[in-house]
């Protein structure tokens, strides 16, 4: 069963942390009306051709991926999101931008019990299955929502990753949905960073975020999640790790690498996995 007195609290917890992301970006409809995208080469790869197509965005977060989708690869996009915040964002930002997109606030399981919509594809990105306290539940809402031959599309950290404190020490664990409470909730990993793709130099912004509400994650295993997708009735067509990740860098030693992209520290052994992608499609 979804946990959603977990998801209350991480809604709120979202608001704060959505609010100090944005504080460092600047103007970001006028990133987007220069032509601007947020997208990493690899899900605009798997994305492919989507154009014409219908696509749900699934933890949209503020848009800027989803209006990156509708501006650059031309599909109907509608994201869905739980924090207020981030949706009341990505709603002006879409006004601001002129890149008309669909976004709805709601938790992604009450979404996946009143939605009728069956999409082309459903895509997920970026610090999202770590929110998700029922893996199966998740997979059906995917599987519900697809229009049949339809593609999910998922780029990720990878829970391995999620093992270690910034300072590389093996920290939590690495699947069966154990629980991560914590009382400094969303952080702001913009900041910490210290790159984004809408701006060349971060701004100041809120400096020293403190998060007033706690969040609670979740660890999921690699073939947990696998298999609340293949249980669903999808088929898994495409699966990747990658010992680099994109637009994030938790732990200060990684080496910067161009592009957004970061590797693991250099005294580290090589081909520590630090994210995985996959595309599952639903069998028609
Ligand atoms: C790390 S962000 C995803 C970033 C996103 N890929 C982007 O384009 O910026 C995780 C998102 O998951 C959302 N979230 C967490 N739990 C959720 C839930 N139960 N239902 C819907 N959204 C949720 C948060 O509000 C947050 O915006």
Redesign the pocket.
Known sequence: MPNREH?EI?RQS?NEGTKAHNSHKGDQAAFFRAGGNTLFPEETELLGAVAGQTLLHL????G??SLSIAKHLAAAVTG????DE?VRFARQLSADSGIPAEFLR????DFFLRNDERFHTVFS????LC?LSDLEAWGRGIASSLLPGGRFVLVDFHPAFAMFDEAWQLRHAYMGGELYEFDAGVGDYVALTGTAAEIDDLLPGIVDFHNPYPGVEYQWGIAEVQMALLRAGLSLSHFAEYNYCNGFKPMPDMRDLGGRRYGAAAHLPRNIPLMFSLVAELRS
């Open positions: 998801h991480n979202w933890q949209c977060n503020c800027q991926d869905v999101d739980i924090s981030a709601a938790d992604i399981y990105s970026y610090g999202v929110w």
